[in-house]
C-alpha cells in the first residue's frame, strides 16, 4: 500500500502481507480513537465532503450499513439502493456497465458494489478507472468478497493474536459462498496455516481455491463432518485454532430445499470438542447453522467479528481515498 494508491479492491489475491499488517495498523488506530467522543471526530476531516455510493444487487445487512457508518464517521456522503435488481434500472434491462458509466458522470469517489454475478465487480473496476472512481467488491456472486476476508483474518488476528501457525476448519456451504474462498487466499499468504474443509460431498470447496492451495504449498484436507475434524483433534495434529462456519447460501442452489441434517448444526455438544483459547468465527447471517444456546461461549466471536468490519472498512476507504 506504500507508495502506488490501490484504487479498486476486487479480490483477496491483490493484498500482500505488508498491505494486510498496514491495513491493520490504521484499523487498530480508529478503533483506540473510536473509544473516546474526541477521537471520534479526528479522522473527519480526512474524507470530509467525499461521496460514496452504495449499490447493491444482493440483500445485505452488515456490509451495507457497515460501509455507510464508516463513509460518514470518515467525514463521507453516502447515497445507495439496496434491492437495486428491482429498485435500479436492472429491472428495465439495463446492463451493469451502463449503471456505472452513469452513476460515475455524478462524480462519486467511491461505489460500493454487490452484485449476483461473479466477475461483476472487475467489469464495473474497467469503467470506474476510466472516471478516476474506487470500486469495492462487496460480493460477486459466488465469486469473492475481500473486504469480509480482510475482516475476517482481522477478527483472527485481534482474537488469537497471530495469523502464522494456525489450524482452521472452514466449514458449512464451501461450494456457493464466496466469503470462505476469499478468506482462504487471504490465510494462504501466511506460514504455517492448515486448513480442513468441513462440508457435505456436494458442497464442497472448488477446484480452483484446492489448486491455489498446491500451488502456494499451504497443508490442507477435507472432512465431511465437523466432528470427525474436531475429535482427537490433538493426536491428529489439528488441535483446531479457528472453526469458521458459513450458512447453506440456498438462493444459489438448483435445490434449494436439499437438506443437510443436523450435522451441520453447531451445538453446546460440539463446542465441548473445542479447546478453550479457539474461536468459533462466521459471517453471518446465520440461520440455524449455529445454535443460539452457543452465542454465550466466549469462543463465539461472531458478533465482535461483524464490530470489527466498521473499523476494518474506515482503514480501506482511508487508504484507497487519501
Ligand atoms: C456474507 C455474504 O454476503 O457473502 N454476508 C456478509 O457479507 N457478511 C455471507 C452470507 O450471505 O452467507
Redesign the pocket.
Known sequence: MKGVVMRHILRSQQFNRTDIEELFKATDTMRKAFKSSLGRVQFRPRLLGKLMFTIFY?P?T??RFSFAAAAIHLGMRVVGTDNAREFSSAIKGETLEDTIEVLCQYLPDVIVLRHHEAGAAERAALIGERHGVSIINA?DGKGQ?PT?ALLDLYTIKQELGRTDDIKVVLGGDLAN???ARSLVYLLSKYKGVRLIFVSPPELRIGGDIKSHLIEHKVRFEEETFLLDALLHAETLGRDIDVVYW??V?RERMENPGANFGESYRITPEIMSHLKQDAILMH???RVDEIAKEVDSDPRAAYFRQAGYGMYVRMALLQEILK
Open positions: 444482493e445485505s452488515r456490509t460480493g468478497h469480509q459462498g464466496r466469503t458459513t450458512r447460501q459471517p453471518l447471517p
